[in-house]
């Protein structure tokens, strides 16, 4: 009768000791498809190396600090904003990132664009790794980086934080356009290049980051040919002809005396737009960003037109 008791007594005390211990469940992982495969995690990634600027870009928005970052230096000129995070991996160059700097990052996810595709197997066996290509992948860019940010908010749980920035850029958008047709017009179009060197001017065309931005703010664009996979025409001065009853939005970074001998040059001088005060210098921007370089190109060129012509 007593080990009757006895039993009855342990089985009760082990039922409620799991009724307050249970047994541990493991969360179920979710899978997310990228260019060139699919990842699975159980829970969202938040030590995340990235080795391309728009994706660094918007790892940032969403929240989160990347513990490995490509060409920190030069993001910081060309780039700008958002800002670095105080403290991270410098991986090296963003075509060929260190990997044993990469290692030591110890990254739950990478982050890459095709233009790495050949060592998306060498990143894998790291961490992880996802395929996403903002540019050069025959859409849009603004509706391209859209798409971007929402799917890495899905991957590391950021959703929310991916709809307040949406909400912001529609906003910016919005308002900057009309500070912009405020000045300009309805109907003046308006043609966005980046001086690379005396001889090569970059005209941005319709898939571009500078023109899908544009479009958004309703205010027409003044080149709207064939461009490159990254959106933009190439050639030299000659190529600026078309638009010279346009309005011209050069952003920099452009070296000094580059910029001065073109601005100087007879061939440009002769053209409308120079001739009526209708060029304007936009501080760096980087145009194969994400939705805070978008944000940030809507801001400064409505600055720079509402400060007056570049001269």
Not at 101 to 112: E, M, N, S, T, V
């Amino acid at each position: 009768m007593r080990r009757t008791f006895m039993f009855a007594i342990f089985t009760i005390g082990t039922l409620c000791a799991m009724a307050f211990h249970p047994l541990p469940v493991h969360a179920e992982s979710k899978t997310f498809s990228h260019e060139m495969g699919s990842v699975a995690f159980e829970t969202p990634p938040t030590r995340i190396a990235v080795t391309n600027w728009s994706l660094t870009e918007t790892v940032i928005a969403l929240g989160l600090a990347p513990v490995a970052i490509a060409d920190p230096q030069d993001y910081r000129e060309w780039v700008v904003k958002p800002d670095l995070p105080a403290g991270f991996v410098d991986i090296g160059q963003r075509q060929s990132p260190n990997m044993e700097a990469l290692r030591k990052a110890k990254p739950d996810l990478i982050l890459i664009s095709k233009e790495l595709a050949m060592a998306y197997d060498a990143l894998s066996e790291i961490a992880p790794t996802m395929v996403i290509s903002t540019f050069n992948n025959a859409k849009p860019a603004l509706q391209s980086i859209i798409d971007t940010t929402r799917q890495i908010a899905a991957v590391t749980g950021r959703e929310q934080r991916a709809n307040e920035i949406l909400q912001l850029l529609d906003e910016t958008l919005a308002q900057d356009g009309a500070r912009i047709r405020a000045i300009l017009g309805p109907d003046q179009r308006l043609a966005v290049i980046r001086i690379n060197s005396d001889a090569q001017i970059n005209v941005f065309g319709p898939p571009s980051l500078p023109n899908t931005v544009l479009a958004a703010m309703n205010i027409p664009t003044a080149y709207n040919g064939e461009t490159t996979g990254w959106g933009f025409a190439r050639g030299g001065l000659e190529l600026l002809a078309p638009f010279a009853n346009d309005t011209i939005a050069f952003i920099e970074p452009t070296p000094a005396p580059v910029r001065q001998r073109i601005v100087s040059s007879p061939l440009w001088k002769m053209q409308g737009f120079a001739r009526n005060n209708r060029v304007y210098q936009v501080p760096p921007v980087w145009t194969y960003g994400g939705v805070y370089s978008a944000m940030r190109f809507a801001d400064l060129l409505a600055d720079q037109i509402e400060n007056g012509p570049y001269k």
